[in-house]
């Protein structure tokens, strides 16, 4: 079964700096997708990037980015210029590549990330 | 709306009583997921339909829960018989089909007393 792992409960960032939110995963498969999920307070959970097993280069949305090591079983999750707003519950989450069937995914526990001024 | 709704947002229980929770899938989409979220954790999968069908409920943690999806676009989860260990947020989310993106609803906190 696969499972994903975070190590940091609560992490806090002034605004405008930069933070790392780690995760590591465990799985057999060698093609799977990755995520990264922001759950804002009392809001619905939205996606934030996603990176393909298979592809080499690392995934950028504007300001996150993710630095994935497939043979560590990596992925971590880097927010560049932090403001208020993303101030939220941030979930690692792996899938399998559909089959057709259950593309059901499998979180972490979440990091809790708190900006400040 | 254009995003997944779900009713009611806050549903309060005595141990012992039956509940109903409802998911309203974005339109047209083939592919609806039930996940169970405890306090301070990730969300668990539960179940997950492609159109009417059930097909894959491995993750539903006892015979007192079943899930629905008669037309293949409304869902409900029902837990009979509720346990205080049912206290969670229940999520809904859809996706145009398998391998798409998974759009979340706002989900339903239980809280069983």
């Known amino acids: 079964a696969q499972t994903v792992t975070q190590s940091q409960p609560e992490m806090s960032v002034q605004e405008a700096e930069t933070v790392t939110l780690s995760c590591t995963y465990d799985t057999s498969e060698s093609d799977y997708y990755l995520f990264w999920y922001k759950q804002p307070p009392s809001r619905q959970m939205i996606l934030v990037i996603r990176q393909e097993a298979y592809k080499q280069q690392n995934a950028t949305e504007n300001r996150f980015s993710v630095n994935f090591q497939k043979a560590a079983k990596s992925f971590s999750l880097k927010i560049s210029d932090s403001q208020l707003g993303d101030a939220a519950m941030y979930f690692c989450a792996y899938r399998r590549p559909s089959t057709g069937t259950a593309s059901k995914l499998t979180f972490g526990t979440g990091t809790r990330l708190q900006v400040t001024l | 709306g254009a995003g997944v709704s779900q009713s009611p947002r806050y549903k309060v229980a005595k141990r012992g009583q039956d509940v109903a929770l409802r998911c309203d899938p974005i339109?047209?989409?083939?592919?609806l997921f039930w996940y169970q979220q405890a306090l301070g954790q990730g969300p668990e999968f539960l179940t997950y339909?492609?159109?009417?069908?059930?097909?894959?409920k491995s993750g539903l943690p006892s015979d007192r829960f079943f899930a629905e999806r008669p037309e293949g676009s409304v869902s409900t989860l029902k837990i009979q018989r509720t346990q205080q260990e049912d206290s969670a947020v229940y999520l809904c989310?859809?996706?145009?089909?398998?391998?798409?993106?998974?759009?979340f609803g706002p989900g339903t906190r239980l809280t069983v007393t």
């Open positions: 339109s047209g989409h083939v592919s």
């Open positions: 339909f492609q159109n009417e069908a059930q097909l894959d």
């Open positions: 989310a859809s996706s145009f089909a398998a391998g798409y993106e998974q759009y």
